[in-house]
């Protein structure tokens, strides 16, 4: 069974966002399609770009929502 998870990034500096997302896509379970990164917008957009921007092997595409403050990742489906 697919799911989906979240990773809330508010009040975190770009850098340790950066270590978080990497940690946690690298430790991902293979059943999990849809990562859901928050990461706000009220109080700037560097984390909101940097997410956007972010690149790594399991992300297949995102999703850029109504929501401006969360960005949706579609995880690879692992090989079997």
Known sequence: M???IQIDLHGQTIE???KILTSRLKTL???VREVVVV???HRGTSLQNM???YKH???ERKIL???Q???IFIIKKPNT
Do not use: E
């Open 2 to 4: 697919s799911y989906s």
């Open 16 to 18: 340790s966002a950066r």
């Open 29 to 31: 379970p293979n059943d």
């Open 39 to 41: 990461h706000g917008y």
């Open 51 to 53: 997410v956007r921007c």
């Open 57 to 59: 092997p399991k992300i």
């Open 65 to 67: 929502g109504l929501n």
């Open 69 to 71: 403050g969360s960005t």
